[in-house]
C-alpha cells in the first residue's frame, strides 16, 4: 500500500516537472516567435544577390540620360515598335485624314505652269487692219506674252493691183534681224508669191519669256516696183 502511494506521488511529481519545464520552453521561444511574426508582416523587398558589389557608378547608371547614337538608336527601337503595333492601337480621325492645301512656293511666287492660266481670257491683239504700200518690204512687231500655251495669228490679205503678188513672212526676232540686214535665213512660217489668202498659223508657247515676232510683207521678186495691199490680222493668245 505504501508503495503505491509512493509511486502516485513520484508520477505526480514527475508531471509537474514537466509541466514546468514546458512553460519555461514556452517563455524561451516567445520573443523569437514575435520576431518571425514582424518579418512576415513587413512587405517583401528585393534583393540582388549582388547588390553590395555593385559600386555607386553602376547603381547611378538608370539616371544617366543616353545621348548621341545611342539615344538615336533607342529612339528608332521605339519608333519602330509603335508601327508595328495593330491599328485599332492608334485611334483615328476623320477631321485629320483630309490634306493639306496646296502651298506656293518657298519664296513665295508659283511656278511658270501655275502662273500660264492667268494669260486665259487675254483680249486678242488687232496686228494690221489697213491697206498700205510695199516697196521693199513692210514690218509689223508683235509681242507674245510669257505662260501663253497656244498663241496664234490669223487673218487675210489681198493685193489691190491685178498681177503683182507679195511674200507673206512670220519671223521671230534672230530671224529678222538676219533678213533685215539682207542676211539668208529662213522664216518661222511664210507664204511666198500670193496675191492673196487666209492665213492662219500656230505659235510656239512662251512659258518663261515673252517672245517678240515680226510679220513682214515683202515685194516678190517677179513683181517689182509698189505693190497696194489690204490687210487684216489679229493676234490671239489662248
Partial sequence: ML???VGLVGGL???LFGAYISLQSLNTWKPFWRQQEKAAAQPAQAHSPNADAIGPELKDAASI???GPLASAAAQHANDAALAM???AVPTDDANDAKPAPTPAANGTLSALDRAAGVVGTPAESLVHQSFVV??????PFIVPPHSLHPHIHGKFHTE???KNVDVLLMNAREYEAFSHHHPTNATFSSEGSSGGAIDWTLHSTLLEAQKYYLVFASSQESGGQTPVNADFTVSFE
Fill in 3 to 5: 508503495g503505491k502511494s
Fill in 13 to 15: 511529481l514527475l508531471l
Fill in 65 to 67: 540620360k543616353a545621348i
Fill in 86 to 88: 495593330p491599328d485599332t
Fill in 135 to 140: 516697196t521693199t518690204y513692210e514690218k509689223f
Fill in 161 to 163: 493691183d491685178a498681177g
